[in-house]
């Protein structure tokens, strides 16, 4: 048995997009002499959908190209493809009849034969938690999904239908396992249809938890896993067939498009894995950023370039994701900034092949000092030191860039990339329209810490030092102010980062992170400071997502609230 997986980047909404896709993956697969093509979840609306789903003309256009497709597939070739499937009393409506109240909606598989589609098959368990919404949308299945193909009987699952057998990482266990109602049902392959979004832990999770599961029940298991970015979330692709063993028998690349043809036997194509969390996150953010834009409809973007090491690392993903000639960054240096900022600025972009200009701005930042200071002075006078130095004109300055760099965007239809970290966004070390103004927070689930590590993974890529090691070296500074470090405001990165692990990440208490052996006054200092930014995050641009716990859609923590930690 030759099976395909096909391994495609999907974009949500686009039905007909996405069919050609379909199809163009089939003429491989079936080149290559597959008799069984498998692809991701929800394949032909894309994932995830989203509220798109409330709408029935969407719905009734994802059952169109649905009965298009089976039409258009050659007809020696079984296909496996997602999509949504639509039901009333348990009674499929066709794409020409409008549905009722008693309709309900399932997220499906179809397998296509013949010009028909000959099976169908409803997702049991449906995953509501963190950034996944599926019972907002979707009935469960009810029953095991197997089928018979030239002699071989599969067995189907969706997603998170594999993730409640054996050494399930999940919280919450489900009260039914799908893998082993399909095994006893006399499943010998198990195939898997996902849409699993990418994050650092679950990269080495997920295929050890599939591998387990292929070697508990002696069988086969093939995981055909989407690729690519859709808005923060990042599809790593990996696909894979485990052995009856647990062995790795065929994997697909990270982060790449792939249809890979093998046989249901060892010793097939076996991509090789990241070996380091820095290369991991680096390629992600790279697919992240470029399918962000292109599916937004830009082809190039800017970014604010102060010499620091966030905006560099940010250049340099951009300059991976869209090419060099298609980046620009912008230097806008005030009285406060630094002419090794400058410097190392204009170092990256030469080392980059990005263009770069230069937007002095310190004459708008006096104007706003001689207009704004004798208004504020008068509405309550400031403290002892000079008003252009307080809080309120650092803010003022960094506005002022983000104005000037949204100027650029809607002139030349750039992409506006925020350079803000984790570190700095969980405590609201940033400026709400001002350095937090953009399109698309590239880094924002990075920790300070770790934005080093992922910076000298894209240095040792590019195969020669692109980002100056001044920016590694010298302490992280927003030069807003006179001699400004950000230690002045904050804890060092390393305590910073080990405390938001743990409040942010892991969800543990004050009490819990006290024990763990930090310092109380500081606990409860940063705890605070979290909480009382969350009305900042709520308006940051979307974030890409690769920790296990980001600022988002999958933290949905409330502004106004008072609980202490």
Same mark, same amino acid.
């Given at each position: 048995m030759?099976?395909?997986l096909?391994?495609?980047?999907?974009?949500?909404?686009?039905?007909?997009?996405?069919?050609?896709?379909?199809?163009?993956?089939?003429?491989?697969?079936?080149?290559?002499?597959?008799q069984?093509?498998?692809?991701?979840?929800?394949?032909?609306?894309g994932?995830?959908?989203?509220?798109?789903l409330?709408r029935?003309?969407?719905?009734?256009?994802?059952?169109?190209?649905?009965?298009?497709?089976a039409?258009?597939?050659?007809?020696?070739?079984?296909?496996?493809?997602?999509?949504?499937?639509r039901?009333?009393?348990?009674?499929?409506?066709?794409?020409?009849l409008?549905?009722?109240?008693?309709?309900?909606?399932?997220?499906?598989?179809a397998?296509?034969?013949?010009?028909?589609?000959?099976?169908?098959?409803?997702?049991?368990l449906?995953?509501?938690?963190?950034?996944?919404?599926?019972?907002?949308?979707?009935?469960?299945?009810?029953a095991?999904?197997?089928?018979?193909?030239n002699?071989?009987?599969?067995?189907?699952?969706?997603?998170?239908?594999?993730?409640?057998?054996v050494?399930?990482?999940?919280?919450?266990?489900?009260g039914?396992?799908?893998v082993?109602?399909?095994?006893?049902?006399?499943?010998?392959?198990?195939?898997?249809?996902?849409?699993?979004?990418?994050?650092?832990q679950k990269?080495?999770?997920? *295929?050890?938890m599939?591998?387990?599961?292929?070697?508990?029940?002696?069988?086969?298991?093939?995981?055909?896993?989407?690729?690519?970015?859709?808005?923060?979330?990042?599809?790593?692709?990996?696909?894979?067939?485990?052995?009856?063993?647990?062995?790795?028998?065929?994997?697909?690349?990270?982060?790449?498009?792939?249809?890979l043809?093998?046989?249901?036997?060892?010793?097939?194509?076996?991509? *090789?894995?990241?070996?380091?969390?820095?290369?991991?996150?680096?390629?992600?953010?790279?697919?992240?950023t470029?399918d962000?834009?292109?599916?937004?409809?830009?082809?190039?973007?800017?970014?604010?370039?102060?010499?620091?090491?966030d905006?560099?690392?940010?250049?340099?993903?951009?300059?991976?994701?869209?090419?060099?000639?298609n980046?620009?960054?912008?230097?806008?240096?005030?009285?406060?900034?630094?002419?090794?900022?400058?410097?190392?600025?204009?170092?990256?972009?030469?080392?980059?092949?990005v263009?770069?200009?230069?937007?002095?701005?310190?004459?708008?930042?006096?104007?706003y000092?001689d207009?704004?200071?004798?208004?504020?002075?008068?509405?309550?006078?400031?403290?002892?030191q000079a008003?252009?130095?307080?809080?309120?004109?650092?803010?003022?300055?960094?506005?002022?860039?983000g104005?000037?760099?949204m100027?650029?965007?809607?002139?030349?239809?750039?992409?506006?990339?925020?350079?803000?970290?984790?570190?700095?966004?969980?405590?609201?070390?940033?400026?709400?329209?001002?350095?937090?103004?953009?399109?698309?927070?590239?880094?924002?689930?990075?920790?300070?810490?770790?934005?080093?590590?992922?910076?000298?993974?894209?240095?040792?890529?590019?195969?020669k030092?692109?980002?100056?090691e001044?920016?590694y070296?010298?302490a992280?500074?927003?030069?807003?102010?006179?001699?400004?470090?950000?230690?002045?405001?904050?804890p060092?990165?390393?305590?910073?980062?080990a405390?938001?692990?743990?409040?942010?990440?892991?969800?543990?208490?004050?009490?819990?992170?006290?024990?763990?052996g930090?310092?109380?006054?500081l606990?409860?200092?940063?705890?605070?400071?979290?909480?009382?930014?969350?009305?900042?995050?709520?308006q940051?641009?979307?974030?890409?997502?690769?920790?296990?716990?980001?600022?988002?859609p999958?933290?949905?923590?409330p502004?106004?609230?008072?609980?202490?930690?």
């Amino acid at each position: 048995m030759r099976v395909a997986l096909c391994q495609i980047d999907t974009t949500v909404g686009d039905l007909d997009g996405n069919r050609v896709r379909v199809l163009e993956a089939v003429r491989s697969a079936s080149a290559q002499g597959a008799q069984l093509a498998i692809f991701p979840e929800l394949t032909l609306t894309g994932y995830p959908p989203r509220d798109l789903l409330d709408r029935p003309a969407f719905v009734e256009a994802n059952l169109r190209a649905l009965a298009a497709l089976a039409t258009e597939l050659p007809p020696e070739l079984a296909v496996l493809v997602g999509f949504v499937d639509r039901r009333a009393n348990g009674q499929l409506i066709g794409p020409e009849l409008r549905p009722n109240k008693d309709t309900r909606l399932y997220n499906a598989l179809a397998l296509l034969r013949g010009g028909t589609v000959a099976h169908v098959f409803h997702k049991r368990l449906l995953p509501t938690y963190d950034v996944f919404d599926e019972h907002r949308y979707f009935e469960p299945g009810a029953a095991s999904l197997v089928f018979d193909l030239n002699g071989t009987r599969f067995g189907v699952t969706i997603c998170e239908d594999a993730w409640n057998d054996v050494e399930s990482p999940l919280d919450r266990p489900y009260g039914t396992n799908p893998v082993a109602d399909c095994v006893a049902a006399g499943a010998q392959v198990i195939i898997n249809s996902g849409a699993s979004p990418f994050d650092l832990q679950k990269r080495a999770t997920r *295929p050890r938890m599939l591998a387990a599961s292929a070697a508990a029940h002696g069988v086969p298991l093939v995981f055909v896993n989407l690729v690519g970015g859709n808005d923060d979330l990042i599809f790593d692709g990996s696909s894979a067939i485990y052995g009856r063993d647990g062995s790795v028998w065929a994997r697909a690349a990270a982060f790449e498009e792939q249809v890979l043809v093998c046989e249901l036997e060892p010793a097939q194509s076996v991509a *090789p894995a990241f070996d380091r969390d820095p290369e991991a996150a680096l390629h992600a953010l790279v697919r992240g950023t470029r399918d962000y834009a292109r599916k937004c409809g830009f082809s190039r973007a800017v970014l604010g370039l102060s010499g620091g090491i966030d905006s560099s690392l940010v250049c340099a993903i951009a300059a991976r994701a869209l090419g060099p000639e298609n980046v620009l960054g912008v230097a806008m240096p005030t009285r406060y900034s630094s002419q090794g900022s400058l410097d190392d600025a204009r170092a990256l972009a030469q080392a980059l092949g990005v263009s770069c200009v230069t937007v002095p701005i310190d004459g708008i930042f006096q104007r706003y000092i001689d207009v704004l200071d004798p208004v504020l002075r008068e509405l309550d006078p400031p403290p002892a030191q000079a008003a252009q130095t307080d809080t309120t004109f650092e803010n003022v300055q960094a506005r002022i860039r983000g104005n000037t760099l949204m100027a650029i965007s809607n002139r030349h239809g750039h992409l506006l990339l925020t350079t803000g970290n984790k570190s700095e966004i969980a405590v609201g070390y940033c400026t709400l329209y001002g350095d937090m103004a953009g399109g698309l927070a590239v880094i924002s689930d990075l920790p300070k810490t770790f934005v080093y590590e992922v910076a000298r993974a894209h240095d040792r890529l590019a195969g020669k030092q692109q980002i100056p090691e001044s920016c590694y070296q010298k302490a992280p500074s927003a030069e807003l102010r006179p001699d400004q470090r950000d230690e002045d405001s904050l804890p060092p990165y390393p305590v910073l980062d080990a405390l938001l692990e743990r409040l942010v990440e892991l969800g543990e208490s004050t009490r819990e992170v006290i024990a763990a052996g930090f310092d109380p006054a500081l606990v409860a200092r940063v705890a605070g400071m979290v909480a009382r930014n969350e009305y900042k995050r709520r308006q940051m641009p979307p974030g890409l997502i690769v920790t296990r716990k980001a600022f988002g859609p999958g933290r949905r923590m409330p502004i106004a609230q008072r609980y202490p930690g």
